[in-house]
Nanobody, 121 residues
Framework: QVQLVESGGGLVQPGGSLRLSCAAS????????MGWYRQAPGKQRELVAT???????KYADSVKGRFTISGDIPNNTVYLQMNSLKPEDTAVYYC???????????????WGQGTQVTVSS
């Protein structure tokens, strides 16, 4: 019923930028927060950024100062502006949503297909 669709990935040179988008379709009520994850080959999926319905944002240390999360939580849409990209940012990027209020982001929906980000010269 709930489908998460990520887009905006691609191949970019180091230092370049990309803007990722995520839209959640279907019936979703009272989403508290949305977030972006990434998973590189052979590595765990890691949380990189979250934003609450009130606009509070959090970032992984590895992306602070380079990535900016934004969105329209009531409409279940979230973006990730990625600047100063590094090769280590290469991964499949996924979004998800947390319907409950809490200090820890808990992804509660089935994962979408993700969008591939490749940073290479």
């Amino acid at each position: 019923q709930v489908q998460l669709v990520e887009s905006g990935g691609g191949l970019v040179q180091p230092g370049g930028s990309l803007r990722l988008s995520c839209a959640a379709s279907g019936t979703i009520s009272s989403i508290n927060a949305m977030g972006w994850y990434r998973q590189a080959p052979g590595k765990q999926r890691e949380l990189v950024a979250t934003i609450t319905s009130r606009g509070t944002t959090k970032y992984a240390d590895s992306v602070k100062g380079r990535f900016t999360i934004s969105g329209d939580i009531p409409n279940n849409t979230v973006y990730l502006q990625m600047n100063s990209l590094k090769p280590e940012d290469t991964a499949v990027y996924y979004c998800n949503a947390d319907p409950i209020r809490g200090g820890v982001f808990v992804p509660m929906f089935d994962w979408g297909q993700g969008t591939q980000v490749t940073v290479s010269s």
